[in-house]
């Protein structure tokens, strides 16, 4: 499978799982089933981004995969770390909050997943 197509259906999980999130959160308000499926799509959608992100980057250096490595995940603790900064402040009402979120994510995702990943045309040509 490229992995652009494998990418952007990872990306299209984590965007339904936000959708989810906020739509319910702001016509339904707290609730179990709606927090455990928009849940899901999300960390199903980083279950793949992530990892597949760690392993791009690794494959574009032939030396040091251990400084790498250890730069990558810095930056994903980083990252993580903010976002939980953000979630700890938000209003717990209701998950429409963390599903903006989210949005804001994916719209920042979304643009990086376009510029780095390759086309299918490309992928298939190496």
């Given at each position: ?34 927090i ?39 930056l ?47 992928a298939?040509?190496?």
């Amino acid at each position: 499978m490229p992995a652009r197509v494998m990418g952007f259906g990872a990306f299209a999980l984590f965007v339904a799982g936000a959708a989810v999130l906020t739509a319910t959160g702001m016509v339904v308000g707290l609730d179990f089933m709606s927090i455990t499926i928009g849940g899901a799509l999300v960390l199903g959608g980083c279950g793949v981004l992530c990892p597949m992100m760690y392993g791009m980057a690794l494959g574009l250096f032939e030396r040091d995969h251990g400084l790498i490595g250890g730069l990558i995940s810095a930056l994903c603790y980083l990252a993580v770390s903010g976002a939980m900064a953000i979630a700890a402040v938000l209003p717990e009402a209701t998950q429409a909050p963390i599903g903006w979120l989210y949005l804001g994510l994916c719209a920042v995702a979304g643009m990086l997943l376009a510029i780095s990943l390759p086309s299918v045309r490309h992928a298939t040509q190496s």
